[in-house]
């Protein structure tokens, strides 16, 4: 947005939202081109939840534009937690007491004194904060009523894929594409029992079993075996893919707590830094695809291409993916990996994959359990370093290809970047012989002058490359609130971080411009006050060019300023460790009237513990949230009966 058409920011702020809006939708108008309901009300106030199922009112379609992201203000809760919290705290402050005096058993009066200090001052600015008027009790009305109608079976919530915001749907649309999906990819086996005790047994047999053989030290039996406990069945969830015809879900398998979770990270850690080594084509963001095209040099005959892998993980097939990375590690020369076999590795790809196993539990229905025998788990830490070996094997051919006639190749996760001299009939059949290469793999490709990988939007501009940030159509104007619920300092980085991201990805001043107005507007929609938008994206100005307003950055040396920002290092400040075994850091629920109780705290630590043996240990005041509109709506999480052990 060109500032002699749209100047928002003036001394008296933002006076006319109609402006506004219609700046947004001529100059961004893909954000206005979501599906809506027919009986959606159209607000002046973007981003929009996508509502398939239900007649929304005012107040209520206002409700849901707040996003998943958005936090009320909940002193009850707060409340609620602070027993467990101040518990918590009085064992931790306890535990580094007795470290300190090297007693045993003991809990000297000054920390319950402490404790309860605490709980007193939190609980009587909390309650301060309870007996005002409420603010929100619309709010908490309507997400009851939106609870009420999804226990109803009338509505389901979820989180859209792409753009983050509200999906609202009929129950019947998420028992009918689960079962299509299923279908297509003939990737799952239903069984008739919950498999979870099973899981827990075997894994615990496989580890022990390792150990017995002297494959494995007990130490790493230790960190790895699974807990009867804690351990929890893997569940599937879906999104829902909104910005594609048809809007078909996205798979996702849960398994934070799954029996294999822990073997599944260990493997991810071992074997991922060697992929990266070895693999220098291979992305992990878009700084480093920014810096390959820097390098690059175009001609009048460069054209570029982007392919996509299609259904990647879950179509590798099983027992050749891990003897991919078996031989991945043989011809890189490890016979061993931080004292493990290539066999032992070997196994513990095996027993993962064979031993998938989640539980589905559509809207109403009753839950089922089930085994992947193709392709690994979506959410699964493992299947992503076992799909990236494998991709690496089938593509090595056309990597080789590509670097001898001096052409790009590069590659983030399922998605391929390539540039080629040849003419299109030529072009056609190369991306076909790569199409025929594996029955398991197929891919889908678009190509010209423009690309859009990433969230970049790269044209041709000889000698280099003009870049700029893509938004998918699907994409909303939509960031956390700024009257959510959160800490001062997280509503502080998002200008400051949007600004970053824009100067990296934009080449020329005149785009960054236009993204930086953009910026603007979508912090304004998400009500973000005008100064505090200033002040943070100035502080991001000051960063760079050690002025606050962004005339230097917009200028002569657009390009010395951007080579900065791409500078991995740029900007990183020395932070302290943590050091868990010494220092102390404790957690309690934020709400507003407690946004300055950290120094408050500190305070009472040095009045009480001053001049006693925990004056020189760290402490350490951090904050958590209380459940979001996206706790509190979109219910993914099967009954406790399906993936617990219970007594």
Same mark, same amino acid.
């Given at each position: 947005?060109?500032?002699?058409?749209?100047e928002?920011?003036?001394?008296?702020?933002?006076?006319?939202?109609?402006?506004?809006?219609?700046?947004?939708?001529?100059?961004?108008?893909?954000?206005?081109?979501?599906?809506?309901?027919?009986?959606?009300? +159209?607000?002046?106030?973007?981003?929009?939840?996508?509502?398939?199922?239900?007649?929304?009112?005012?107040?209520?379609?206002?409700?849901?534009?707040?996003?998943?992201?958005f936090?009320?203000?909940?002193? $009850?809760?707060?409340? *609620?937690?602070?027993?467990?919290?101040?518990?918590?705290?009085? $064992?931790?402050?306890?535990?580094?007491?007795?470290?300190?005096?090297?007693?045993?058993?003991?809990?000297?009066?000054?920390?319950?004194?402490?404790?309860?200090?605490?709980?007193?001052?939190?609980?009587?600015?909390?309650e301060?904060?309870?007996?005002?008027?409420?603010?929100?009790?619309?709010?908490?009305?309507?997400?009851?009523?939106?609870?009420?109608?999804?226990?109803?079976?009338?509505?389901?919530?979820?989180?859209?894929?792409?753009s983050?915001?509200?999906?609202?749907?009929? &129950? *019947?649309?998420?028992?009918?594409?689960?079962?299509?999906?299923?279908?297509?990819?003939?990737?799952?086996?239903?069984?008739?029992?919950s498999?979870?005790?099973?899981?827990?047994?075997?894994?615990?047999?496989?580890?022990?079993?390792?150990?017995?053989?002297?494959?494995?030290?007990?130490?790493?039996?230790?960190?790895?075996?699974?807990?009867?406990? *804690?351990?929890?069945?893997?569940?599937?969830? !879906?999104?829902?893919?909104?910005?594609?015809?048809?809007?078909?879900?996205?798979?996702?398998?849960?398994?934070?707590?799954?029996?294999l979770?822990?073997?599944?990270?260990?493997?991810?850690?071992?074997?991922?830094p060697?992929?990266?080594?070895?693999?220098? !084509?291979?992305?992990?963001?878009?700084?480093?695809?920014?810096?390959?095209?820097?390098?690059?040099?175009?001609?009048?005959?460069?054209?570029?291409?982007?392919?996509?892998?299609?259904?990647?993980?879950?179509?590798? &097939?099983?027992?050749?993916?891990?003897?991919?990375?078996? $031989?991945?590690?043989?011809?890189?020369?490890?016979?061993?990996?931080?004292g493990?076999?290539?066999n032992?590795?070997?196994?513990?790809?095996?027993?993962?994959?064979?031993?998938?196993?989640?539980?589905?539990?559509?809207?109403?229905?009753k839950?089922?359990?089930?085994?992947?025998?193709?392709?690994?788990?979506?959410?699964?830490?493992?299947?992503?370093?076992?799909?990236?070996?494998y991709?690496?094997?089938?593509?090595?051919e056309?990597?080789?290809?590509?670097?001898?006639?001096?052409?790009? !190749?590069?590659?983030?996760?399922?998605?391929?970047?390539?540039?080629?001299?040849? &003419?299109? *009939?030529?072009?056609?059949?190369?991306?076909? $012989?790569?199409?025929?290469?594996?029955?398991n793999?197929?891919?889908?490709?678009?190509?010209?002058?423009?690309?859009?990988?990433?969230?970049?939007?790269?044209?041709?501009?000889?000698?280099?490359?003009?870049?700029?940030?893509?938004?998918?159509?699907?994409?909303?104007?939509?960031?956390?609130?700024?009257?959510?619920?959160?800490?001062?300092?997280?509503?502080?980085?998002?200008p400051?971080?949007?600004?970053?991201?824009?100067?990296?990805?934009?080449s020329?001043?005149?785009?960054?411009?236009?993204?930086?107005?953009?910026?603007?507007?979508?912090?304004?929609?998400?009500? !973000?006050?005008?100064?505090?938008?200033?002040?943070?994206?100035?502080?991001?100005f000051?960063?760079?060019?050690?002025? +606050?307003?962004?005339?230097?950055?917009?200028?002569?040396?657009?390009?010395?300023?951007?080579?900065r920002?791409?500078?991995?290092?740029?900007?990183?400040?020395?932070?302290?460790?943590?050091?868990?075994?010494?220092?102390?850091?404790?957690?309690?629920?934020?709400?507003?009237?407690?946004?300055?109780?950290?120094?408050?705290?500190?305070?009472?630590?040095?009045?009480?513990?001053?001049?006693?043996?925990?004056?020189?240990?760290?402490?350490?005041?951090?904050? +958590?949230?209380?459940?979001?509109?996206?706790?509190?709506?979109?219910?993914?999480?099967?009954?406790?009966?399906?993936i617990?052990?219970?007594?």
């Amino acid at each position: 947005i060109h500032q002699t058409k749209a100047e928002f920011f003036s001394k008296k702020g933002v006076r006319n939202q109609r402006k506004l809006t219609h700046a947004l939708s001529r100059y961004h108008p893909e954000h206005l081109k979501g599906k809506i309901h027919p009986h959606f009300t +159209r607000l002046s106030f973007p981003p929009q939840a996508n509502n398939k199922a239900y007649v929304l009112k005012d107040t209520e379609a206002q409700v849901l534009n707040l996003g998943p992201k958005f936090v009320p203000p909940a002193p $009850e809760q707060v409340l *609620e937690r602070l027993p467990k919290e101040i518990k918590i705290m009085q $064992e931790k402050v306890s535990e580094a007491w007795r470290k300190v005096t090297k007693t045993i058993g003991r809990e000297p009066p000054i920390v319950k004194t402490f404790c309860d200090r605490i709980e007193n001052e939190i609980r009587k600015t909390v309650e301060t904060e309870k007996t005002e008027k409420p603010k929100n009790s619309i709010l908490k009305s309507t997400v009851t009523l939106f609870q009420k109608l999804q226990k109803q079976k009338k509505v389901i919530f979820r989180q859209r894929d792409k753009s983050k915001v509200f999906h609202i749907d009929n &129950p *019947e649309n998420y028992i009918e594409k689960p079962t299509t999906y299923m279908s297509r990819t003939n990737a799952y086996i239903e069984i008739s029992t919950s498999p979870l005790r099973e899981m827990i047994e075997q894994t615990d047999k496989f580890l022990r079993n390792l150990v017995t053989k002297k494959q494995m030290p007990q130490s790493m039996l230790d960190r790895l075996r699974p807990s009867r406990i *804690e351990s929890e069945l893997p569940h599937l969830y !879906y999104n829902p893919k909104d910005h594609k015809l048809g809007e078909p879900l996205r798979p996702t398998v849960s398994g934070m707590k799954s029996p294999l979770s822990k073997i599944a990270s260990f493997l991810d850690r071992l074997i991922r830094p060697l992929f990266d080594k070895h693999t220098p !084509y291979a992305l992990s963001n878009s700084i480093i695809f920014l810096k390959h095209l820097k390098q690059f040099k175009t001609t009048s005959k460069t054209n570029l291409y982007t392919f996509d892998i299609t259904d990647l993980y879950t179509m590798i &097939p099983q027992k050749e993916a891990v003897l991919v990375i078996c $031989e991945f590690l043989g011809r890189h020369g490890y016979r061993k990996v931080q004292g493990l076999t290539i066999n032992t590795i070997k196994e513990m790809f095996m027993h993962i994959l064979e031993n998938s196993y989640f539980v589905l539990q559509l809207p109403g229905l009753k839950p089922k359990f089930y085994r992947q025998i193709k392709g690994g788990a979506m959410g699964s830490a493992c299947t992503q370093i076992l799909a990236d070996i494998y991709v690496r094997k089938w593509e090595n051919e056309f990597v080789q290809q590509q670097k001898k006639q001096g052409e790009l !190749y590069l590659r983030f996760r399922d998605d391929v970047f390539l540039t080629k001299r040849l &003419p299109q *009939e030529q072009i056609k059949i190369f991306l076909s $012989e790569i199409n025929k290469k594996d029955p398991n793999l197929a891919i889908t490709w678009e190509g010209g002058k423009t690309v859009d990988y990433l969230d970049v939007t790269t044209t041709i501009e000889i000698p280099n490359f003009r870049t700029k940030v893509f938004r998918k159509l699907a994409a909303q104007p939509y960031v956390l609130p700024f009257h959510s619920s959160h800490p001062i300092h997280i509503k502080r980085n998002i200008p400051y971080a949007a600004a970053l991201r824009a100067t990296r990805i934009c080449s020329h001043s005149e785009d960054l411009r236009s993204e930086l107005e953009k910026i603007r507007i979508t912090l304004l929609l998400n009500k !973000y006050p005008p100064r505090f938008i200033d002040k943070h994206i100035g502080r991001f100005f000051q960063d760079v060019t050690e002025q +606050r307003t962004s005339d230097l950055l917009l200028g002569e040396r657009h390009q010395a300023y951007r080579e900065r920002t791409l500078e991995p290092e740029w900007k990183k400040k020395e932070k302290r460790k943590i050091e868990f075994g010494k220092d102390i850091l404790l957690h309690f629920t934020y709400t507003p009237s407690l946004a300055h109780f950290g120094s408050r705290f500190h305070q009472i630590w040095q009045e009480i513990f001053e001049d006693t043996p925990l004056d020189d240990i760290p402490v350490m005041y951090a904050n +958590r949230v209380s459940d979001s509109l996206r706790h509190l709506l979109v219910k993914k999480r099967p009954s406790k009966e399906a993936i617990k052990l219970l007594p």
